[in-house]
């Protein structure tokens, strides 16, 4: 019963995570993935023809949105959620 009861959790937090990133606008998942590749704010702005204030917008409804405080946080929520992928090295 107990085992029951963990995997009904842990299916209920898996589906919490998706509502929330389904709330992520196409332009806030595009900020992510560049945030994820290393990024500065500057650096993202300049690729997506936008301002820093746009990318620093963008950022506090990403950090709300996935309930997490800061980039780092961010960046590790990504890749457990699948949100983010390690890139290849090249050589």
Known sequence: M???KDEALKME????EKAKIATL???EREVLELVCEGMKPR??????FI?????RHHL???YRKLDVSDRLELIIYAYRHGLA???NKQT
């Open 13 to 16: 937090a898996e589906e919490s």
């Open 51 to 55: 301002s820093d204030i746009t990318i």
């Open 43 to 48: 650096q993202i702005g300049d690729r997506l």
């Open 2 to 4: 107990g085992l029951e």
């Open 85 to 87: 992928k390690p890139r």
């Open 60 to 62: 506090s409804s990403i």
């Open 25 to 27: 606008t196409a332009r």
